[in-house]
């Protein structure tokens, strides 16, 4: 299947890990003071992180608003977006401030914030 055949990215994620399991979903590579570094993030994990940051968002009530996430480039930011275009469909990615980049993980925050990303 094709990526036109689903209804969104985050659904097409979704599907492979019923399917892939614990195949990796994304490979990040970071430097680090042994070179490059491989940070793995399996279907089977990224399916069970977006379905926690979906039900978190569908506590709040943050269906169909805008959700800013503020994480550093990674596994968490991949997480909470997929989680948002779930139940949320208006994620609005930015850059961590530089005092948040060394921070990994936290909670979506609301925000009226434009420019949300298409899922």
């Known amino acids: 299947m094709t990526v036109a055949e689903f209804g969104s990215f985050a659904e097409l994620v979704l599907t492979r890990s019923d399917e892939r399991g614990d195949a990796d979903a994304f490979v990040f590579l970071s430097e680090g003071a042994r070179g490059a570094q491989a940070e793995h993030l399996p279907y089977a994990e990224l399916d069970r992180a977006?379905?926690?940051?979906?039900?978190?968002?569908?506590?709040?009530?943050l269906q169909g608003?805008?959700?800013l996430l503020l994480y550093p480039s990674g596994p968490e930011f991949v997480k909470a977006f997929i989680g948002c275009c779930t139940r949320v469909r208006s994620p609005s990615p930015r850059r961590s401030p530089p005092s948040r980049a060394s921070t990994s993980g936290g909670s979506p925050e609301s925000s009226g914030t434009p420019g949300s990303a298409r899922c």
């Open 65 to 67: 608003r805008q959700v």
């Open 50 to 61: 977006a379905r926690d940051v979906a039900s978190w968002l569908q506590e709040r009530r």
